[in-house]
């Protein structure tokens, strides 16, 4: 799950639809496509890939479909790079004292 979220967040575009969709809201995908230069077809590309790594979610509103942030993707991705500085932090702390003993 982890490489997927990060291969997600490591497109320049996808970001940008993460950013307009947390200073937004929800948001269609004809408004997120809105003076991007890319086609809808193109925009939902790429909220599928954020919604299969469990960064963006949609859910139908008449005709529209609404995509907006899934805090509970960004929530575990936060863990994981949580744990890791602390696995980080341990290392480095230990060979702090191995260089002064």
């Given at each position: 799950?982890?490489a997927?979220?990060?291969?997600?967040?490591g497109?320049?575009?996808?970001?940008g639809?993460?950013?307009?969709?947390?200073?937004?809201?929800?948001?269609?995908?004809v408004?997120?496509?809105?003076?991007?230069?890319?086609t809808?077809?193109?925009?939902?590309?790429?909220?599928n890939?954020?919604?299969?790594?469990?960064?963006?979610?949609?859910?139908?509103?008449?005709?529209?479909?609404l995509?907006?942030i899934?805090?509970?993707?960004f929530?575990?991705?936060?863990?994981?790079i949580?744990?890791m500085?602390r696995?980080?932090?341990?290392?480095?702390?230990?060979?702090?004292?191995f260089?002064?003993?």
């Open positions: 799950m982890h997927e979220v990060f291969a997600a967040l497109d320049e575009t996808r970001l639809l993460i950013r307009r969709l947390g200073e937004g809201g929800p948001a269609s995908t408004r997120l496509s809105t003076g991007t230069g890319m809808r077809q193109a925009v939902t590309k790429h909220l890939m954020l919604g299969r790594a469990r960064l963006v979610r949609h859910r139908r509103q008449g005709r529209e479909t995509w907006d899934d805090p509970e993707g929530d575990a991705a936060r863990a994981f949580d744990a500085s696995q980080w932090d341990t290392r480095l702390e230990a060979l702090r004292q260089v002064e003993d």
